[in-house]
T-cell receptor
Framework: GENVEQHPSTLSVQEGDSAVIKCTYS??????FPWYKQELGKGPQLIID?????GEKKDQRIAVTLNKTAKHFSLHITETQPEDSAVYFC?????????????FGKGTKLSVIP | EAEVAQSPRYKITEKSQAVAFWCDPI?????LYWYRQILGQGPELLVQ????????DSQLPKDRFSAERLKGVDSTLKIQPAELGDSAMYLC?????????????????FGAGSRLTVL
């Protein structure tokens, strides 16, 4: 099965600074790379995703970069705001040959200090 | 915006009792997933349905857990008997199609979850 590691496990930044979370995966066949944000008491919410044939994707203040050779992808949040405080999960996804696996990392708790 | 509905939001039970969770996926979503999330961890897949059929239940503890999606729409996850280690958040998610998760048209959407505490 897929081994997924996220780093760091906790991250504190000052409001306005940038935050970067890295996700390393083991299955080179993974072909879809989403990031989820989970606020306290809620289910995870998809915030950005990228397919394996794309190296980078941006959506306003958030971006995801993918390095398939090194088998890692990263979440970048710029100009952080207090409402960005949450737990973020990467979940590399493999689909093929009748098997579909979305494997979550252990999460990164981001705290944005006003 | 379409949502995945789950109930109850919170459930406290004593060990050895039976508990059940209900999920209503987004209308038209053929694939439904049940995940378990232990505090401080990422969600782990318990069971995946395609319409009314189980696609993957390899991580479901079948001696005490059962899941059904009889008409291919809403689903129920049952635990009997509950054990202390079952305390967790039970999350339901749905997607339009299985196997083709991708940006835009077919993404995984989660419900708010059901928090179970076993005493």
């Amino acid at each position: 099965g897929e081994n997924v590691e996220q780093h760091p496990s906790t991250l504190s930044v000052q409001e306005g600074d940038s935050a970067v979370i890295k996700c390393t995966y083991s299955d080179s066949a993974s072909n879809y790379f989403p990031w989820y944000k989970q606020e306290l008491g809620k289910g995870p919410q998809l915030i950005i995703d990228i397919r394996s044939n794309v190296g980078e994707k941006k959506d306003q203040r958030i971006a995801v970069t993918l390095n398939k050779t090194a088998k890692h992808f990263s979440l970048h949040i710029t100009e952080t705001q207090p409402e960005d405080s949450a737990v973020y999960f990467c979940a590399p996804y493999y689909s093929g040959a009748g098997s579909y696996q979305l494997t979550f990392g252990k999460g990164t708790k981001l705290s944005v200090i006003p | 915006e379409a949502e995945v509905a789950q109930s109850p939001r919170y459930k406290i039970t004593e060990k050895s009792q039976a508990v059940a969770f209900w999920c209503d996926p987004i209308s038209g979503h053929a694939t439904l997933y049940w995940y378990r999330q232990i505090l401080g961890q990422g969600p782990e897949l318990l069971v995946q349905f395609q319409d009314e059929s189980v696609v993957d239940d390899s991580q479901l503890p079948k001696d005490r857990f059962s899941a059904e999606r009889l008409k291919g729409v809403d689903s129920t996850l049952k635990i009997q008997p509950a054990e202390l280690g079952d305390s967790a958040m039970y999350l339901c998610a749905s997607s339009f199609l299985a196997g083709v998760l991708s940006s835009g048209a077919n993404v995984l959407t989660f419900g708010a979850g059901s928090r179970l505490t076993v005493l």
